[in-house]
């Protein structure tokens, strides 16, 4: 078989060429056009179905306060170190080893401090108020603000007086989790992370360590210290600011939130998620200004189940 051999006109084909030599210089045009959107992004907040000016936006505030529904529990001493003194002698098991943390006590006795090894996991106030509850925002299409300059304050957990301070704390990912040892004695971290890096070291007398987690965590995790074992507390790493730990009157507030209705959800250390609301989830729509969630009363059962 013979091939069929086709001529096309000469003004035919200057036309397609300078069709395709179009088509080219569009092309170029649209990358242009998206990488000027990476450099140049718009505002986070118009991403997300706000207006595109945060300054434009009337934000809400949460408040409320979470109330102990029963007698209040009494502080009970860790026993083991009540008897720690030092003109006792030292502590030794049967193969004549020293304790390292009656060790790690005795260095606080010996600067005049005994440091408070009291159970604070759950903490009642005079009012009923109940301390360290972490109440926060899930709802993953909540606009977030973009984020700060690296000037920001990082958030401190201190060292004082042979405990962490606070007990319970959170951080949103990226954003600087300070460690200020304000004693005179060396101090253990230890935190063990699911998405993050876990940590784990000694933070000296009078100095800071300094760390970013780049993952949100689910859960709170709890840390410690290796050697001053009666020093606890818990972290949370949230992908978003919307949080707020209760006061030892149990009052707390969420400022900054974005107008719409958004799903909340709270925790406590001895309860896990409060189920005052099932799986301590609960949705609440903010308006601008000030939103009350007013007094929630927490039954004595849930900190015992």
Known sequence: MTAKSYHLDENVTRTAHQLFRSLLAMKRIHVLVILC?????????????????????KFGTLTGRFLYDGIPPKSVSASRFDTIDLNTPLSRDPTGRVSG???????????????RTLDDSLLVGKDQGVANVLLFVTSVDIPIPAMKPSGEKPTVLHI???QFMPRVMAVTVNHMLEIKNADAVSFGFHLQMVRNASVNVQVAANSTKQFVFSNPEKLPLPFRS???IWATGFLFVHDNPYFAVSSPQGTFTISNLPPGEWEFRAWHEKAGYLKAWPMGRFNFEITAGTNDLGDVQLSADLFHE
């Not at 959107?37 to 936006?57: V, Y």
């Not at 943390?101 to 440091?115: F, I, K």
Request: no cysteine.
């Open 101 to 115: 943390v009656e060790l790690a006590y005795r260095e606080y006795l010996q600067r005049g401090m005994r440091p």
């Open 160 to 162: 004082r007086d042979g």
């Open 226 to 228: 290796d050697q001053q």
């Open 37 to 57: 959107g990476m450099l140049n992004p718009p505002p986070l907040f118009a991403q997300t179905g706000l207006s595109g000016d945060p300054s434009a936006i």
